[in-house]
């Protein structure tokens, strides 16, 4: 008997498919770095029957919708862009200045192909590597504290899952490496104003997919996962100094929100990379500030995202700044 395969000796890689629900012909693979728990997996609805005979016992059941599930928590870095593209949809490559690649992600189309993923066990007696194929992001939830790394999640269902192999899709995925960014380091600004007395803020970006699509003859597996509008809302927790909030959720003001996060300078060379958060238009829920105990209070704010008529013409913009060219080789 072999020993038990072990979550710190697995390998996770992802990639671009070339079509919805396939493995490109060669496929090109990058390290995935995760923590905590992931969620790629399959489950196969099981129908029971109906059917009456002449005892009680249950007759056999069988196979029905495949439902491919996806999905993982990480720390914010600069090296997920890939995702974020098709978090958003919407990318515009640039040349480099000065060697700095400034790159900027909007609400548009999701890329139709997808992705695909694989998580291998090479620690198995006999390694397996098990792909899944048709995923698109879903959702983003993002939470960010005065200081320590910025949690965040990807939800990226799929269509399907493939046959477990003895080799990995690709034996020499890129590793572009891990940088997260420590929010002691990153600042808020609401409405274009540093704010200092938020104490965490958090937000959920939903693609609104559409899960549901299966076909007579697709063998269970989902055809298409097309993307509905986009659901945006989050809330500010802040120390009750004011009523800046409060008078801005009471007067309905439209204001943005910008997460910025750096390491060294920010200046996008290298070890000195940036990735900013922008919600262009949120409004704020009133929310009255409650007395709970005689310690300070403490206030919430709800707010919801959209677009009216920003220049961006996104409900969230995300703009990440360096150097690599394999990076921005694999945006292209």
């Not at 009255?288 to 920003?310: H, L, R, V």
Request: charged residues 15%; contains cysteine; aromatic residues 10%.
């Amino acid at each position: 008997m072999g020993d038990q395969a072990q979550g710190s000796n697995s390998r996770m890689i992802y990639g671009v498919s070339s079509a919805f629900a396939a493995l490109p012909g060669t496929p090109e693979g990058i390290v995935l770095y995760r923590k905590g728990g992931e969620s790629f997996a399959t489950d196969v609805e099981q129908l029971k029957s109906d059917v009456m005979r002449s005892n009680r016992n249950p007759l056999e059941s069988t196979d029905g919708t495949i439902k491919q599930a996806g999905g993982f928590s990480f720390d914010l870095a600069w090296q997920y862009a890939l995702l974020f593209k098709h978090l958003l949809g919407s990318y515009t490559p640039a040349a480099a200045v000065t060697g700095v690649y400034t790159e900027v992600f909007k609400v548009g189309a999701l890329p139709a192909a997808g992705l695909w993923f694989e998580k291998g066990f090479p620690d198995l007696a006999s390694p397996k590597y098990i792909g899944s194929v048709g995923h698109k992001v879903n959702k983003f939830s993002y939470e960010m504290k005065p200081t320590g790394f910025i949690g965040c999640s990807f939800d990226i269902p799929g269509a399907k899952e493939l046959a477990a192999t003895t080799t990995s899709a690709d034996t020499t995925p890129v590793d572009l490496g891990f940088d997260p960014f420590n929010a002691k380091l990153g600042t808020l600004s609401i409405g274009g104003v540093a704010a200092a007395n938020i104490s965490s803020a958090k937000f959920d970006f939903d693609n609104g997919l559409d899960t549901g699509n299966y076909c007579i003859g697709g063998a269970g597996a989902i055809r298409s996962l097309p993307s509905g509008a986009v659901g945006l809302s989050g809330s500010l927790t802040y120390l009750f100094e004011d009523l800046t909030l409060y008078d801005q959720a009471t007067s309905g003001a439209i204001v943005a929100l910008l997460f910025e996060h750096v390491l060294g300078t920010g200046a996008g060379t290298a070890g000195n990379e940036s990735l900013s958060i922008k919600l262009p238009e949120i409004r704020m829920q009133r929310k009255t500030p409650t007395i709970k105990d005689p310690k300070g209070i403490i206030g919430e704010a709800p707010f919801n995202g959209f677009y009216k008529s920003d220049s961006d013409a996104s409900a969230m913009v995300i703009t990440i700044k360096h150097s690599s060219t394999v990076l921005h080789g694999l945006l292209a």
